[in-house]
């Protein structure tokens, strides 16, 4: 079981906004950054948020990342067709000494 | 351009070693930290290990005391031995690097290889 607690599967219709969350602990994302990745079928992860809220260069501004406390939150607006991927959240574990994943969640466009 | 490309994977059974290699271009090793992540059939992402800039290493707990994280500067090449493997060892292994200007924080890494598969069974 991941330390980063994330719902397994997203769902939304083209247009619309949907909100991935991701749950963790003070040893991880309560003092640590929290990073969001996005994977395709059969490709390599992709970073998707840095540092909680940024994104990198050529990343659409309709993803967005929020951190408050022991949580964090990624969302999508305008929701589109090739926006259908599993989404996982990261952040380093002070008490483990190590990097911890979500369990990774998969959206799907209706 | 930032490329990474691992190698090494296969079949191999219960109890074997196996190395992995990560060979970087369009950046020097040595200046980043450099990761493996693993992600089993089916499954999520898992991450296995880290070595910094200055040589520190960290391992997730499931492959502590089995797997060693190194690099060669003069061949600008990441690997991972890997021995004892076992068959929950059995994923994709990915190389990725972090310690970029805007991966500053561990768990950030923007750059990753394709893969390479291990197969542990007899």
């Known amino acids: 079981q991941s330390l980063l607690t994330q719902p397994p599967s997203a769902s939304g219709t083209p247009g619309q906004r949907v909100t991935i969350s991701c749950s963790g602990s003070s040893s991880n994302i309560g003092s640590n950054a929290l990073n969001w990745y996005l994977q395709l079928p059969g490709t390599a992860p992709k970073l998707l948020i840095y540092?909680?809220?940024q994104r990198p260069s050529g990343v659409p501004d309709r993803f967005s990342g929020s951190k408050s406390g022991t949580s964090a939150s990624l969302a999508i607006s305008g929701l589109q067709s090739e926006d259908e991927a599993d989404y996982y959240c990261?952040?380093?574990?002070?008490?483990?000494?190590?990097?911890?994943f979500g369990g990774g969640t998969k959206l799907t466009v209706l | 351009e930032v490329q990474l490309v691992e190698t090494g994977g296969g079949l191999i059974q219960p109890g074997g070693s196996l190395r992995l290699s990560c060979a970087a271009s369009?950046?020097?090793?040595?200046?980043?930290?450099m990761s493996w992540v693993r992600q089993a059939p089916g499954k999520g992402l898992e991450w296995v290990s880290v070595?910094?800039?200055?040589?520190?290493?960290y391992y997730a707990d499931s492959v502590k005391g089995r797997f060693t994280i190194s690099r060669d500067n003069s061949k600008n090449t990441l690997y991972l031995q890997m021995n004892s493997l076992r068959a929950e060892d059995t994923a994709v292994y990915y190389c990725a690097r972090g310690g970029s200007k805007i991966c500053s924080s561990t768990s950030c890494y923007d750059y990753w290889g394709l893969g390479t598969l291990v197969a542990v069974s007899s």
């Open positions: 990261a952040a380093w574990d002070d008490s483990l000494n190590g990097v911890v």
């Open positions: 369009g950046f020097i090793v040595s200046s980043y930290y």
């Open positions: 070595i910094y800039t200055g040589g520190a290493t």
């Open positions: 540092r909680n809220n």
